[in-house]
């Protein structure tokens, strides 16, 4: 089984950063591409940014300029970066890991964390 755990939330003003944090454990061969999600009260879970193995990253138009994501794969540790925060982005965070588990196969199978919540009020 595979682990994901998000930390890093808090409340922010706006202006303000944050640096979210999802770490993979258990049992892993290696992680493929790699994505923050967000959803606010009352709306759709959308896309905010992805990096694959290879590093590639893209992001939502809202958050572009803003957010950076990044990886370190000797940690299985995926990090958001969020810089020049609005209310906007108040929501809950997740991430998503495709991983594969077993170094014979190619299936990768995707996993979810909790979540952590980013509040951004005056």
């Known amino acids: 089984q595979v682990q994901l755990v998000e930390s890093g939330g808090g409340l922010v003003q706006p202006g303000g950063s944050l640096r979210l944090s999802c770490a993979a454990s258990?049992?892993?061969?290696?992680?493929?591409?790699m994505i923050w999600y967000r959803q606010a009260p009352g709306k759709e879970r959308e896309l905010v940014a992805r990096i694959t193995s290879g590093g590639s990253t893209n992001y939502a138009d809202s958050v572009k300029g803003r957010f950076t994501v990044s990886r370190d794969n000797a940690k299985n540790t995926v990090y958001l970066q969020m810089n020049s925060l609005v209310p906007e982005d108040t929501a809950v965070y997740y991430c998503n890991g495709f991983v594969q588990s077993d170094s014979t196969s190619g299936t990768l199978r995707s996993y979810w964390g909790q979540g952590t919540q980013v509040t951004v009020s005056s």
């Open positions: 258990g049992r892993i061969f290696s992680i493929n591409t």
